[in-house]
Structure formats: C-alpha cells, structure tokens
C-alpha cells in the first residue's frame, strides 16, 4: 500500500451544483427516447379508435372498412384481452382499456387498430362505423352536482373545534364561491409505449411512466400473467407532471396485449391531439366558503366545499381531492374549520395527478378567503396573511390534526418583503393607479406551506441496487424515474457521497422493474426523498464490509478506517479507492447491496381524518408586481421575487431550475391554460392552436429566485434536504392576487374581484367592468 496525500475533496457531491446528468444529450439531442429506440424487423404499430358521443350505448360497431384498409393487420377490442378489461389505479374496476356496451366520454378508447405503420393505423382506425343511443351527458361540475351525479369515490371531512361556536363569535362573516379551472399536462414527450413478446407469458415493455410497478401489474392484469412475466423499462420521459403516473397504463396494456396477440413487437404513440383527448388532466374545483373573522382580520372559522370534476371513473381523485383539503389552510390557522371534498362523477375524461395534486386548488381556495378578509376589511392581504400564520402554543394545529413543528414562513416572509421591497412598492403602485386611467398595477406577496409525503402511507418506501465493481466503477439503479427533474443525478450524488467519489465514477441506469421490484410513483416530491435514502442504504450496506475487510487485514480497529476523497485510509495509510477494492474483490467480499428506505413517523386515519400525513413541510414566498390594460384585460408580469425552502439542497442548481420551471408552469395555470368543453361534450382544447401554455415571453420581465440557503430540514432526510418538485408550483398565486388587485382599483379597492382562474384577459375584463359597475351604483 502507498502513502498518500489527502485530497481536499470529490468532484460532484452532494450540495455541489452540478449539470444534470443528460443535459448535453437534451441539447444535442442525443438523449434516447422511446421513439428513438431502434424498431426489431417486423414491428407493428396500433392506434387507438376513439368515442365521438360524451355518453352513449353502443349498438353495433362496423370494422370491415377498418379491416380491409392498407396495411392493417388486425383490430383488438376489449373481447380479446385476456385478462381484465380494467386498468383503473384506485382497484375499483371502474377504468376499462376498451369500452363495451356504452361510452362515458368523448374520446374514450373503444377498440385499437395494428397496423405495419403508424400512419396506416391512424388512418385506418378513422374508417370504423359506429351506431350509438345517446344519453344525457354532463360535463361542469356544478352541473353535475345539480344533476344528481354520484361520487367517484368516498368524500372526506377535516374537522377542528366547533364552526358553529367559531361562527357565533365572528364580528364580519363572508361567504363566497371561485372556480379553479384545470390543466393539461402538455409534456414534450407524449404518451408512447412499445412491447417486445418473449417466451412464454414473457413480455417486455418501453413505457414513458412515472409509476414502473403500476404499469407492470396493470398490463400483467390485462394480459392474465403474474407480474414477474412482465418487465417495465423507463430510462427518461420528456416531460410527465403526474400525467404519467396512472394515464401511461392504457397504452402500455394496449401495446402488450398487441405484441402478446401477434407475436411481433408494437409501438403506440398517439397524435397530440388524441392525447390531450384521452388522457387525464388536472381536476378543476368550484370552492364553496364561508369565513368568520374579527376587526382586526383573525380568522374564527372557516368552512367550505372542495367539489371536483373528477371525470367518468376514479382513477386518483380521492387522494387528489383529499390533498386539495390538506392544503386549503395552507399557512394559516383555523380555530374552528370544516374542511369537505365532493368529488364529482362527470361525463369527461377521468382525471388524474398533476404536480401538486391537488395542493394548489386547495391553496387557491384558501388565498381566496384571505383575499376577501382584506378587501372587507380594507387591508393589505399581506397583513392580513402574517396575522393569521400559524405560530405559537395554541395555534400550530392544522385541520387534518397535524402539529405544525418545523414553522419558517415568518422568517421567509420576512425576508422577502425586505429584499423585495415589498411595503414601498406597494405604496408606489397605489400612487400609479391613482394617475393612470387605463393601465392599473397590482402587487401581491403570498406565502407556500405544502406537506412533503404520499398520503396514501404504502408509497413511502423505495429501493435501489448498487454493484461496485471490482474496477472501482460503481452501477446505481433505483425505483425513481427521470422526467427531467434531474432525479438521476441527485441520487448518483448522493452515492459518490457516501463512497467519497468522483460523480463520474457513478453509471446509473435505467428503471426497471427487474432490478428494483415494487416500487413507488415517482410523484409527490419525494423522488430523491425516498431514492436518495434507499440508494445511501444500499451505500452504507457495502460500506460496512469494507471497513471490516480493513480492519482485519491491517488489523486495526474499524474506527481507524476511513472514506475519504476517492482513497480508502487504514490508520495513517491511504490507497486509491479503485486500488482497495480489487483487494476486495480478490477476498471475495460481497460487493453488491440491495438498499430500502420507509419514511417515519406518518400515519393517516382517513375515515377520522386525523393523524401525520406529512414528514415535513416545505415552505417559500413570492411576491409578484404586474400591470394590467382594463380596457382589454391584457397584462403582463413585470416582476417576480421568490424566496424558497429546499432545506439543505442537494443541488442548487438544479433546484433552482425546478423552483423557476414550477413558477411558469403554474403561472400558465393561473392565467392562460383555459380547458373548454363544447355542448355535445367535446373537448375543444386539444392543440397548441387552442390550449395555451405560457411561452418564454411570458415569464415575469424581472425574475429574482433565491434559496433560503440558511434552511436545514429538522427530520433526518437525505442529506436534511426538502423536496423541491411540487411546492413551488404555488408561488404564481402572487400573479393571480395581484392581478386582483389591479382589477380592484377600479372600484377604490373596496369590492373584491373574485376572479376566477385561470385569470385569463377575457376573465379579467369581465371583472372590471363588473367592479366599475358596482361602484358606480354605489
């Protein structure tokens, strides 16, 4: 063995900014996708043939011209599957892969066509002759409330102290109604899955997933195979936002069932505008409230209704309408509150995860309440937000019965308004709109507090795989997927962490289900959370027999052996990490480990609705200026100043990314993005031509994001970092509350806009000439 010298340290560790792991091949594009695969001689392709009534009975269905078209090698319908016709998440038989007697939306897949091309299947599955008996359909979710329509799933109820005693003792009570529109995912890379037979009840399948398990043992339910028959691969996705955790199971069993039937290889990959159609998007809410408050803004009881269009089947609205109450305080305290989800059946597509899920309708329902406490009050709903945080003996108990532990929203606020300027800017805005006629300035600063854990207690777990190999090169795979997020690279930090290496000394591969088994989605923010952990496991596992094989060999204590910048020290001796290990292997030391991590302490009675949901909550701030036309209702966004929590961050840079992509994305939402469903149940927004998503030149023109650099999370997560994908996505309320109060100056502040979202220039037009006629007739 050598003496060496110390090196100072890695390259590429954790807390270090490092480039996500393909972003070169993203630029140059030579990051393979699943289209990019090479296709084996022979491979078919399907396309889906869809409903065009929102709600009917199918009488009889002609395929001879479908059959006889160019190129077509074969229909499949739901008679062939041999298994269950049934793809649904929720396990309530309620989400078939074809409709059979009768259809429940516009769009929804009745049978699929197999084809030599994609285009000839396209084509050909236009050609099909359908006859249906139409029936009453309903598309809003009001509605369908009004209409009668059933549940998808059990409601849930969040209750606190006594609403009528909080009522009761209320100086000023309001009640009001908002409408959160919804959100189509719009990833870059769309719904594409590709099946390769193998022996037997073998079969392997591409899938652009966030849910490799769930795509496994739903295509095994299809095909009627045991789920070690099936194997789910995802190397990355171009984009999924949720939309990929359940929506990717119907064309993975599609192209399966296909590949298995033929006995050849089977891609499908639908045209955007049938994804938008067919797939699930973000649910919409109408919110229902009623707030009692005193003079001064404290908050005395809140109750309101989170009722939801949920689409024709379950899918994941309970735990998404679930979320939506979890989140309604978001950083405020309720003394009294009654917090109550209905979530709507609906003659549409069947909706599903979206970053947040859930999180931000619920959020938006209670900025609202704030809103109308200040507008009633005559206030600053800046004021009006720090009175009412959570903070103190007393005052740290949220709806669902969760102790607020780890509270730094003060701080974050604090911090902001400074560096944002916050108080005098708001006082140069009232003077602008005091001027000017026609161009009004709104500013707002609201504040994030989003809980870090799946709700739904089972997911909270993770495994990974790591082989050191007897070169020193080291081989991580794991149960998390890479959507863009930069995951892969985290956690390959993580590793080079605990083994003291250089990060290009770590390969990670693709997802797969046989390597990693039973894994969760890779969704509610929890992606490095739970990978992170799982794959250090596995880290520390090796470790372990390292430090032994050292100490016995040189026969000192195991306290004397340490990990230090790619060199292994033994006493006062250090050899190269690379050096040590072939000694290792050549004792026959194990050098690989399978790692598992559950996340502690949460617990969830839904049917009490009480228990810890969360882990840890992730806090930040933004505050917003914009300027508004009141005789078009355009804006625009003038400045954006975000302060956010990612705890001990794992890498800024990439954070960084997720806090600025998150702010845009959910600025669309608030703003653009408008889901529009016609009188025969269509929806008309299923292009880029229609559904607008915001462009570059929308951002705000000055763009300011810190970390909160200071935050070190409280409990024991990987590395004491926080979870960065989800909680950003709610800072754009700031835009929203301060196009409010642009609005609102046309009336003298003194009426609430109550404007809906998405706060499109049409919507905001409305709202001032509304305000202008109420304040004119006093």
Not at 12 to 40: F, L, M, N, W
Not at 148 to 155: A, C, E, K, M, Q
Not at 478 to 505: I, R
């Amino acid at each position: 063995m050598n003496v060496m010298q110390p090196i100072d340290r890695i390259r590429g560790g954790v807390h270090e900014k490092q480039r996500h792991e393909s972003s070169h091949k993203h630029v140059t594009g030579t990051a393979e996708y699943i289209d990019d695969i090479p296709e084996p001689l022979g491979t078919l392709h399907a396309y889906l043939g869809l409903s065009e009534r929102a709600h009917a009975e199918i009488l009889s269905i002609d395929f001879e011209a479908v059959k006889s078209a160019p190129g077509v090698i074969g229909v499949l319908t739901a008679a062939d599957i041999p298994g269950e016709n049934d793809i649904s998440p929720a396990h309530r038989h309620d989400d078939p892969v074809f409709a059979t007697t009768k259809v429940e939306f516009h769009g929804q897949p009745i049978f699929a066509v197999i084809a030599g091309t994609r285009d000839a299947a396209r084509r050909a599955a236009a050609k099909v002759k359908i006859e249906y008996k139409d029936l009453p359909h309903v598309t809003d979710v009001m509605e369908a409330r009004a209409a009668g329509y059933p549940l998808v799933i059990d409601p849930l109820k969040l209750k606190r102290g006594d609403i009528a005693v909080g009522f009761a003792k209320s100086k000023n009570i309001v009640e009001g109604e908002m409408r959160i529109g919804g959100q189509d995912h719009f990833y870059l890379e769309g719904h594409i899955s590709f099946a390769i037979p193998g022996e037997d009840d073998e079969i392997t399948v591409y899938s652009s997933t966030q849910h490799p398990s769930e795509t496994q043992h739903m295509v095994g339910q299809v095909l009627g195979v045991p789920s070690n028959a099936v194997t789910v691969n995802v190397r990355r996705m171009g984009g999924a936002f949720g939309g990929k955790e359940t929506q990717a199971n119907l064309f993975a069993a599609v192209a399966a069932l296909a590949a298995k039937t033929y006995g050849r290889a089977v891609k499908i990959r639908p045209d955007r505008d049938d994804d938008m159609t067919a797939t699930g998007k973000r649910h919409d809410f109408h919110v229902g409230y009623k707030i009692g408050f005193d003079d001064a803004g404290r908050i005395e009881a809140v109750d309101a209704v989170f009722s939801a269009r949920c689409g024709f089947s379950a899918d994941l609205s309970g735990p998404v309408t679930d979320r939506a109450l979890f989140h309604a305080d978001n950083c405020y305290f309720y003394p009294h509150v009654r917090l109550r989800s209905r979530p709507l059946k609906t003659n549409t597509v069947s909706n599903t995860a979206f970053r947040g899920f859930g999180g931000p309708q619920g959020m938006v329902g209670g900025e609202r309440m704030i809103e109308e406490v200040a507008y009633a009050l005559g206030k600053d709903p800046l004021d009006i937000r720090k009175l009412n945080f959570y903070g103190g003996e007393g005052r740290n108990l949220t709806p669902y019965h969760q102790t607020v532990e780890d509270n730094i929203i003060g701080r974050i606020i604090e911090e902001l308004e400074t560096s944002s300027n916050y108080a005098a800017r708001r006082e140069e805005v009232l003077a602008f709109n005091r001027k000017s006629r026609i161009i009004k300035r709104g500013i707002a600063l609201t504040p994030v507090k989003f809980g870090i854990s799946f709700t739904k207690t089972e997911y909270n777990q993770a495994g990974a795989l790591v082989h050191v190999y007897s070169d020193g090169s080291i081989h991580l795979n794991h149960g998390g997927t890479e959507m863009g997020q930069g995951l892969y690279t985290k956690v390959a930090q993580v590793v080079a962490d605990e083994f003291q290496v250089d990060l290009d000394s770590i390969k990670v591969t693709a997802t797969t289900t046989g390597k990693v088994p039973n894994t969760s989605a890779t969704a509610a923010s929890s992606g490095s959370d739970l990978n992170g952990m799982a794959a250090a496991n596995a880290a520390q596992q090796i470790k372990a027999r390292l430090v032994a094989f050292a100490a016995e060999r040189w026969g000192v204590s195991e306290n004397d052996v340490a990990f230090e910048p790619n060199t292994i020290r033994v006493g006062i001796e250090r050899v190269p990490f690379a050096e040590f290990i072939k000694l290792v292997y050549g004792s026959r030391v194990q050098l690989s480990a399978a790692g598992f991590y559950k996340t502690p302490k949460i617990h969830w009675n839904r049917s009490e609705g009480r228990g810890r949901p969360f882990f840890y909550y992730a806090y930040g701030a933004s505050c917003s200026e914009v300027s508004v036309d009141t005789l078009t209702g355009e804006y625009q966004v003038d400045r954006t100043d975000v302060l956010h929590d990612v705890g001990k961050s794992l890498n800024p840079a990439l954070d960084i990314g997720q806090v600025e992509g998150a702010f845009v994305q959910g600025m669309g939402w608030l703003t653009t993005e408008e889901l529009w469903w016609d009188d025969k149940g269509r929806l008309r927004t299923h292009a880029p031509s229609t559904y607008k998503i915001p462009l570059a030149s929308d951002r705000p023109r000055i763009f300011n994001v810190k970390l909160a650099e200071w935050s070190v999370n409280r409990e024991e997560t990987i590395r004491r970092s926080k979870a960065v994908g989800e909680p950003p996505f709610m800072l754009p309320i700031s835009v929203l509350e301060a196009i409010s109060m642009a609005a609102a100056s046309v009336a003298e502040y003194r009426i609430p806009p109550r404007i809906d979202a998405p706060a499109t220039p049409e919507r905001v037009l409305l709202a001032v000439e509304r305000l202008r006629r109420a304040a004119k007739n006093g």
